[in-house]
T-cell receptor, first 113, second 112 residues
Framework: KAGVTQTPRYLIKTRGQQVTLSCSPI?????VSWYQQTPGQGLQFLFE???????NKGNFPGRFSGRQFSNSRSEMNVSTLELGDSALYLC????????????FGPGTRLTVT | GDSVTQMEGPVTLSEEAFLTINCTYT??????LFWYVQYPGEGLQLLLK?????DKGSNKGFEATYRKETTSFHLEKGSVQVSDSAVYFC???????????FGTGTRLQVFP
């Protein structure tokens, strides 16, 4: 069974641009969560989606948004990029919310210059 | 709010040494507790979990016991290998949510 897939793996953007990251969960998984990982702030929760509905949102500005499609694939968007948005963005999927077994993708490394 | 505190790293050990990485949490009620491991250039992998007080999670020789009285979930391994070198994250979540709150991570370096 294929794991969680994230595309692209690496991305370089300029300050002020916007970016869209994609996450394909494991087949059959309906819950997707996103995290931002930086050396300074560590791992921080961004969003949680289940059956196309956002169930939880972390403490991030409105420039960070996300959505989930009917096939459970998820995207997150960051508008008006800032240098501080440079990070590894991780996606995780699970069968259903609260089932405890989450599987993480390899992440998308975003660099903002 | 909920939080997780884990010991600063790096932890440097020789192969076959005993490992302890401390983790304490602050949360009301009974969160579920996890240890995740991140190898260089990879995402996170669930190492073990415990969902209620006094539960012991174990996997690949690693163990951790959910201690409600001390709000702790310390990770232990009796004999580490070079291949265990990675960053270890302690985390908690609440019932009916996938939202994880992570500690800062502890880098483990094991030398032959």
């Amino acid at each position: 069974k294929a794991g969680v897939t994230q595309t692209p793996r690496y991305l370089i953007k300029t300050r002020g641009q916007q970016v869209t990251l994609s996450c394909s969960p494991i087949s059959g998984h309906r819950s997707v969560s996103w995290y931002q990982q930086t050396p300074g702030q560590g791992l921080q929760f961004l969003f949680e989606y289940f059956s196309e509905t956002q169930r939880n949102k972390g403490n991030f500005p409105g420039r960070f948004s996300g959505r989930q499609f009917s096939n459970s694939r998820s995207e997150m968007n960051v508008s008006t990029l800032e240098l501080g948005d440079s990070a590894l963005y991780l996606c995780a999927s699970s069968l259903a919310t609260g089932t405890y077994e989450q599987y993480f993708g390899p992440g998308t490394r975003l660099t903002v210059t | 709010g909920d939080s997780v505190t884990q010991m600063e790293g790096p932890v440097t050990l020789s192969e076959e040494a005993f490992l302890t990485i401390n983790c304490t949490y602050t949360a009301t009620g009974y969160p579920s507790l996890f240890w995740y491991v991140q190898y260089p250039g990879e995402g996170l992998q669930l190492l073990l979990k415990a969902t209620k007080a006094d539960d012991k999670g174990s996997n690949k020789g690693f163990e951790a016991t959910y201690r409600k009285e001390t709000t702790s979930f310390h990770l232990e391994k009796g004999s580490v290998q070079v291949s265990d070198s990675a960053v270890y994250f302690c985390a908690l979540s609440r019932y009916n949510t996938d939202k994880l709150i992570f500690g800062t991570g502890t880098r483990l370096q094991v030398f032959p």
